[in-house]
């Protein structure tokens, strides 16, 4: 059973940053793409990054240039940086990988 676990929301002022977390059990890890999700309130989900077994990666076209999704195959965990953070950006992150996803992780950009 794959289990993801995510962390590292929060809130946090326009322009800044945070570090989302996404640490999966159950799951050969290493042979897995993984996608990072979101959802604000009334909006339906949206693609934010995805990553391959491989390495390549994709992204929304909103946050390009603006977050980095990389992954740490030693440890099982996925990664979101977002940097340049702005108030649309406010949202539950989501983590999938194998069909799964996490509880997700509210972050809220406001000043």
């Known amino acids: 059973q794959v289990q993801l676990v995510e962390s590292g929301g929060g809130l946090v002022q326009p322009g800044g940053s945070l570090r989302l977390s996404c640490a999966a059990s159950?799951?050969?890890?290493?042979?897995?793409?993984m996608g990072w999700y979101r959802q604000a309130p009334g909006k339906q989900r949206e693609l934010v990054a995805t990553?391959?077994?491989?390495?390549?990666?994709d992204y929304g076209e909103s946050v390009k240039g603006r977050f980095t999704i990389s992954r740490d195959n030693a440890k099982r965990t996925g990664y979101l940086q977002m940097n340049s953070l702005k108030p649309e950006d406010t949202a539950v992150y989501y983590c999938?990988?194998?069909?799964?996803w996490g509880q997700g992780t509210q972050v809220t950009v406001s000043s």
């Open positions: 990553i391959t077994s491989g390495g390549s990666t």
């Open positions: 159950g799951v050969i890890f290493y042979v897995k793409g």
């Open positions: 999938r990988m194998a069909g799964s």
